[in-house]
């Protein structure tokens, strides 16, 4: 069986809290993870200070198909990620595909909605951003058709598990779980 591939691009601004917590959890499930900024540096300047080391810059994964692109939120990342025409492209692709996508906090509103890959569809964000989704839903995750949301950084964990049970099935979801204390 063929191993899951995740992209999770970056941006300076995106919510550090939610890169990590996706990008470690689904690491832990064992799935094939790839950083990619959306910058032309490899180091990105998340919130709070942190800096996120990406593994590859975007345009180094174009042609690539993965079975799942997931958004950390942040405004400003989440703004930065919005602008950026290739990864549009990308989860265009994804959707016309349907294959998942996936994003959290200001993301669904900030970068999936406002290029219609929600149309349609129930989701969540971050409440104060709420009004800018068809079909908010005040849940912490919804899925809806290949389509994953979260409201984010305290729904960060529930959110990455849930993609891992997706990804990887119930059982991995349990056991990364289980390790974790969730």
């Not at 689904?26 to 993870?33: C, P, S």
């Not at 025409?85 to 265009?92: N, S, T």
């Not at 998942?100 to 971050?126: E, N, V």
């Not at 079909?135 to 290949?146: K, L």
């Amino acid at each position: 069986m063929k191993t899951p591939t995740v992209l999770v691009p970056v941006a300076h601004g995106s919510e550090s809290l939610e890169a990590v917590t996706i990008v470690n959890v689904l690491r832990r499930a064992e799935l094939e993870v790839t950083v990619a900024s959306v910058e032309s540096e490899l180091l990105v300047n998340g919130t709070r200070g942190l800096r996120l080391q990406a593994d590859k810059r975007l345009l180094d994964t174009l042609g690539h198909k993965y079975d799942l692109i997931v958004l950390p939120g942040g405004e400003r990342g989440a703004e930065a990620l919005h602008r950026n025409a290739p990864l549009i492209e990308m989860l265009h692709q994804q959707n016309e595909g349907q294959r998942w996508f996936a994003a959290i906090c200001a993301a669904p509103a900030l970068t999936l909605a406002p290029h219609h890959l929600l149309d349609g569809r129930k989701a969540t964000c971050y409440p104060a951003f709420k009004r800018k989704l068809q079909n908010f839903v005040d849940q912490p995750v919804v899925v809806d058709g290949h389509c994953v949301t979260s409201q984010g950084p305290a729904t960060a964990m529930p959110f990455a598990l849930k993609l891992v049970e997706i990804l990887a099935g119930a059982a991995k979801s349990k056991e990364v779980a289980t390790a974790l204390l969730a």
